[in-house]
């Protein structure tokens, strides 16, 4: 995560203070190696190291506090002070592996929402010194009746300002969660009926999901809008035909509209916003433009990706060979490397760099 911190903002008299004197971005990392590290952006330098006794597996920041807040495999949420490097607290909350953590901060609250390996999903309203329980996932209804409900190991979740909590597993498709009301709603975030939703990420008025299909091996960006009190409207897809599994993603917008997102996986790669002139033409160069499309997600009917029990490697065993049987490994991008379908207008004139 990136820790901001006003440039005026007097700093507090520690060694890491000193470090960061000059510095208005700040990155800190987390490892299996119960290591929590503080690196300042412009020179790459470690400038401290904590260490936790857990390995860490889910990092976030808190910036209200300049806390860390991290995910373990024995499924403790801990806090640590970014600047004396002590732990705020720690806390066994989940009876597996953390798998997911996300954040939300308002002028009001902090509200923070942590998934683990067995499928439960909490919900957490952050304070100085302690989180503060507010909803555990054991008896959630899902709306509708055509389809049923599977309880897999959490990959990714993304909490809103409105307290909506979005999911992803190994399923193909995603779910919003109503924690006031313990409902949830499912809906597709790929067209066939195997895929994983490893990340998500979002801003006041759009969210953005991964995607990846098993059978061609790609991966995707998936764009949404929220709507209140219904699921999101799919808007667009970007993908390109080197992008793998993306498992990590974060993104950035600037006061004048512009947007950068980062996603990891076998590449780290930024993707950028480009905003189109009059007349349909760009003002950069566009070798390496990404085209958004319009995939049939918000028409696809909403099937079960299987049960409970799916298995990773059973899935991309079948993917192997079902692309052997077909001897393709990649979709179709057509002459110019877009993905067949619909164009998308204004929103997603989008560059890969």
């Not at 998934?115 to 329980?133: M, N, P, T």
């Not at 590449?267 to 002139?277: A, D, E, G, R, V």
């Not at 950069?284 to 085209?291: A, N, W, Y």
């Not at 997600?297 to 692309?323: I, W």
Request: aromatic share 6%.
């Amino acid at each position: 995560g990136a820790a901001r911190r006003d440039a005026e903002e007097p700093m507090p008299e520690c060694d890491v203070a000193s470090e960061l004197k000059d510095t208005k971005i700040a990155i800190v990392s987390g490892s299996i190696d119960c290591s929590l590290k503080i690196w300042r952006l412009d020179d790459c330098k470690a400038v401290s190291s904590i260490y936790t006794y857990n390995g860490i597996s889910k990092l976030k920041v808190i910036q209200k506090y300049q806390y860390s807040i991290s995910g373990t495999d024995g499924g403790k949420l801990e806090l640590y002070d970014l600047y004396s490097g002590k732990q705020v607290c720690s806390q066994a909350l989940h009876d597996e592996a953390v798998t997911a953590i996300s954040v939300c901060e308002t002028d009001e609250k902090i509200m923070l929402a942590s998934g683990s390996a067995d499928g439960i999903i909490k919900v957490f309203q952050v304070l100085e010194d302690k989180l503060r329980c507010l909803y555990v996932s054991e008896n959630v209804c899902l709306v509708s009746t055509d389809t049923s409900l599977h309880t897999r190991p959490l990959s990714s979740l993304h909490i809103t300002e409105s307290g909506i909590v979005y999911y992803g597993d190994t399923g193909h498709n995603m779910k919003m969660l109503d924690w006031k009301k313990s409902t949830v709603h499912k809906f597709a975030n790929h067209t066939t009926d195997q895929g994983f939703t490893d990340a998500i990420i979002g801003t006041k008025d759009v969210m953005i999901a991964t995607g990846y299909d098993v059978d061609s091996g790609c991966g995707q960006l998936n764009i949404y809008k929220h709507r209140v009190d219904q699921i999101p409207q799919y808007l667009a897809t970007l993908p390109d035909s080197d992008t793998d599994r993306i498992s990590v993603m974060s993104l950035a917008e600037s006061v004048d509209g512009n947007v950068w997102i980062v996603t990891g996986g076998q590449y780290l790669k930024i993707w950028t916003s480009q905003k189109t002139l009059h007349g349909g033409t760009t003002s950069r160069d566009v070798s390496t433009s990404i085209q958004g499309c319009i995939l049939s997600l918000g028409d696809t009917p909403l099937v079960d990706s299987g049960t409970e029990d799916s298995d990773f490697d059973d899935l991309m065993q079948g993917a192997r060979t079902r692309r052997s049987l077909a001897d393709t490994t990649r979709p179709d991008l057509g002459a110019n490397g877009h993905l067949s379908g619909k164009p998308a207008s204004g929103f997603c004139n989008c560059t890969i760099s």
